[in-house]
Structures are given as structure tokens and as C-alpha cells.
């Protein structure tokens, strides 16, 4: 048994829910926020055996794609005087970021 985490982008979540209840894969949803865009993400805890890790990863690795975004960032204009100019710089998000860990015991009550 393993324990897959897998923190996705709010954007995805969606699809990549109903992908996986469609093969009968629960997940629990957890409401998170990313550190460098502090925007909202969720991570799926997800149990599973281990003969269907490979499978849970392909359907997330379908449903969450990376696509690029603009973003403001704070470049220093004049540093001794703090006074800061947003700059746009383009980033990737999307995506997902997968753990799988080892599951010694399983129970639902």
C-alpha cells in the first residue's frame, strides 16, 4: 500500500478529480497555498496499492499541465532608497508536485 500526496493548482483539481474517480481512486482534498506565488493550490492524499501507483501518476500527469504565466516581481530601482518597480517576468505553473510513500497498515472505519 502507498500513500500518494500530489499538491496540484487549484485550476486543475477539477479534471483531475473526476479523472480519478472515474477508475475508482478516492482522494482526500486538502486546501493548501504555494510558497512562491502564495496562491491557492490543493494536495490529494491518495491510498492506493502499489500495483496502481504508475496508473495514478499517468492520469495526474495528464490533468496537470504546465503553462506559462505573467507575473509582477519587485526589482530594486534605487536600493538605499527601498523604492521598489514591479517587473513582469514570465513563469511556469501547473504541473504537479507527486509523493509516493510506503503505507505499513491501512484502515477506513
Not at 472515474?22 to 494536495?43: H, P, Q, V, W, Y
Not at 490529494?44 to 502499489?50: A, E, N, S
Not at 530594486?76 to 514570465?90: H, L
Request: aromatic fraction near 4%; proline fraction near 4%; include cysteine.
Amino acid at each position: 500500500m502507498k500513500l500518494i500526496v500530489a499538491v496540484v493548482q487549484n485550476e486543475d483539481v477539477g479534471r483531475l478529480l473526476d479523472s480519478l474517480q472515474k477508475e475508482g481512486i478516492m482522494a482526500t482534498k486538502l486546501s493548501t497555498s504555494g510558497g512562491f506565488l502564495r496562491s491557492g493550490n490543493t494536495t490529494l492524499l491518495i491510498g492506493i496499492d502499489d500495483d496502481r501507483v504508475n496508473e495514478v501518476i499517468d492520469i495526474i500527469s495528464q490533468k496537470c499541465k504546465t503553462r506559462k504565466q505573467i507575473v509582477s516581481s519587485p526589482v530594486t530601482n534605487n536600493p538605499s532608497a527601498g523604492v521598489y518597480i514591479p517587473y513582469p517576468i514570465e513563469i511556469t505553473i501547473g504541473g504537479a508536485t507527486i509523493f509516493v510513500l510506503n503505507i505499513e497498515r491501512f484502515e477506513k472505519v
